[in-house]
């Protein structure tokens, strides 16, 4: 499933503010690394996602990454949490290949001790439990299967602002005891990622939406049990073809369903409700 993404890369203001730091701290070279270490940070979601089935549709540089967000009407609570955590992973991973090759080669310790930094303060910022960090976003994905995406996405937000509270009363204090920039920065990066809002990127389900249709195609027929979720269903449809499934119901009861209702029912109902209670329930009595 062919992953493909806008040509265009937005620059997150704040991103702006993280380069003139750099700037002003005359270390140019550091800042070319973070960008570095920030893209295989990313990259290790959007192989996740691509290996999920996932489409991303756009995204924008920002201070702790680039931001890979999704489309959550088309988003499963357990993806969320797989895609979230790649990253980090590969953060930590990198770091610890780096740190290997030191005891086997010292001379790359003098090459690779700012990306080692960089890698582990990266993995370990982002997984604080603020969205849309990485942290958040697994949080998120956690909550989702207890209550509304988008109410436990307002409940982990808010913790950005306890976090950003807490970064600048260390800063505060800093200033007294010895001054440390570093929390006025993490400040701003909490604060930008909380009221960053429809900046977001998306991921969207690469087979649905990706689709390239042919005349006289041969059909691809498949046979579902009433008990697998919306979303299971949605992943099983192939960018070539075009899929009919057979739903049978525990009664011996079977029925057929197409692409473009299964489409229909995704705006309607949850990715992890099963055909048993989209079927079953008031909203579609009579219409199908």
Known sequence: MAVSVKKKLPVHPSFLLLLGWFILMRDLAGFFIFVGVVLTHELGHYFVAKKLGYRLDSFFLAPYGVSLNYKESVFEAGDEVKIAIAGPLVNFSLAFVAIAFWWIFPATYFFTQTFVTQSILLGLFNLLPCYPLDGGRIVVGLLSGKMERKKSVALVTTLNFVFSFLCFVCFVISCIVSFNPTFALATCFLLAGAVQGKRE??????????????????????????SVTLGEV???IQVN????????????????????????????????????????????????
């Open 234 to 236: 949605l992943k099983k």
């Open 241 to 288: 073809k075009f899929t009919i499934f057979y739903c049978i119901f525990a009664n011996g009861k079977v029925r057929i369903l197409y692409e473009q209702t299964l489409l229909d029912f995704a705006l309607v109902f949850s990715y992890t409700a099963t055909l048993e209670e989209i079927f079953s329930s008031n909203f579609l009595r009579g219409k199908v």
């Open 201 to 226: 990127g998306r991921y969207a389900l690469a087979t649905v939406f990706k689709k390239k249709n042919k005349n006289f195609s041969k059909p691809l027929v498949l046979t579902v049990n009433s």
